[in-house]
Each structure stands twice: as structure tokens, then as C-alpha cells.
């Protein structure tokens, strides 16, 4: 009986030790598409704080109703709500195997109190997607003219700039940090992620 199941369906673990991806990089470097497609692909839980604050803001709970100021601007949302936040979520028993944050931590401290909460030995695996600035103004402002969104996505790609670059020093240090150019096909991308979770680059 030959197995017809395609080679890459089967389901990949995460290599022992290397439970956490992290994807750093600005907004509209594609992390969430990334994020998604290899949550899948690993079964394990993609945790967006993106898509939480946004949910906790539909939802009138105190945490959105204290980050919703923030998230209109296209400010970063105060440390402690967010390290708050992703503390809870990876107690939750569907962390247990592993899992992919994307969109934290997006600042130091916030991958401060992130390696006190796993530890400093814990391997994580840091993906960083570089895509140039002419292209992300493009993909996150190209869908209408809008002055005040147009505002809130130099905001964002400001605070990238402030505050989440220095994260790429920041892993480097430790050993963590892998380069992917983020601005190729989606697939194209995807199979130097896959490379990368493989050990072979
Ligand atoms: P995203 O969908 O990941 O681009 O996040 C949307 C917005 O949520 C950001 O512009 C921030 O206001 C807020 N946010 C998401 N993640 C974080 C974080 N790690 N730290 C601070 N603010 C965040």
C-alpha cells in the first residue's frame, strides 16, 4: 500500500529545547501570515497580542479598555499589561507543547520579564523579517487615504523603530536571532522558516 499522504503534511515538532518562536519585525513584514502558517504546520498555538488587545477591547474588559487609547493612537501598549498578558496566556494547558508569539515582546523590557518568566536558558527561536520601508508603508497604507490611519501607521513603524529595534541586538547577543528577507512570495519565506526550525541554516 503506498502512502500517498504529501511529504510535508505530516505534522513537525518543535526540536527539543526550542519551544518558543518569537517573530520580531515590524508591522506589515508579514509575521502574522508566517506566525499562522507555522503554527500550523508545528501544532502549536500562535499567540498574537495584536488580535488579544483587540479582543479585549471588543469585549469591554479593563485590559482593553486601558489599551484602547494606545491602539488608536498606533502606540505601544505600557509594558506591565503586556508582560501581564502573556504571562497568563502561556499558562494555559494548549502552551504546554510549545508555541509561536507574534507581536511580543516588542520592547526591552518586555523581553526582559519575558526571559525571567522562561528563564535565560530556555531555546528560544527568534525570526526576524526584514522587509524595507518603502514596501511596509505600502502594504499597510495602500488600502484607502485615510489621514488619521495614515498617522497611526507612521506611529507604528516609528515605535518599531524606537523601541522594538533594539530587540535585534538584543537576541543577537544570545544567540538567538535568525535574518529572514521577508520581502519575497509568502511561500518563498515560509520554506526558509521551515529550514531555519530544521537546523539547516
Ligand atoms: P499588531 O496587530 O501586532 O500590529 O498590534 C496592533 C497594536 O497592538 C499595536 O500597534 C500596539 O498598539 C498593540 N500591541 C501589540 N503587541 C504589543 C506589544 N508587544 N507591546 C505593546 N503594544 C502591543
Known sequence: ??????????????????????????????????????????????????????????????????????????????????????????????????????GFPRTLPQAEGYEQMVGEDANLLVLNLEVPRAELLKRLSGRGRDDDKDKAVERRLQEYEDRTRPLIEFYSRRRQLHRVDGFRPVETVYRDLETILEGRA
Open 1 to 102: 500500500m503506498v502512502d500517498a499522504r504529501p511529504h510535508d503534511a505530516s505534522p513537525h515538532r518543535l526540536p527539543e529545547g526550542q519551544r518558543h518562536v518569537i517573530f520580531l519585525g515590524p508591522a506589515g513584514a508579514g509575521k502574522g501570515t508566517q506566525a499562522a502558517k507555522l503554527a500550523e504546520r508545528l501544532q502549536v498555538p500562535r499567540i498574537s497580542t495584536g488580535d488579544m488587545l483587540r479582543d479585549a477591547l471588543a469585549h469591554g474588559t479593563p485590559l482593553g479598555r486601558a489599551a484602547a487609547p494606545y491602539l488608536e493612537r498606533g502606540d505601544l501598549v505600557p509594558d506591565d499589561l503586556l508582560i501581564g498578558m502573556i504571562r497568563e496566556r502561556i499558562k494555559a494547558p494548549d502552551c504546554a507543547g510549545g508555541y509561536i508569539l507574534d
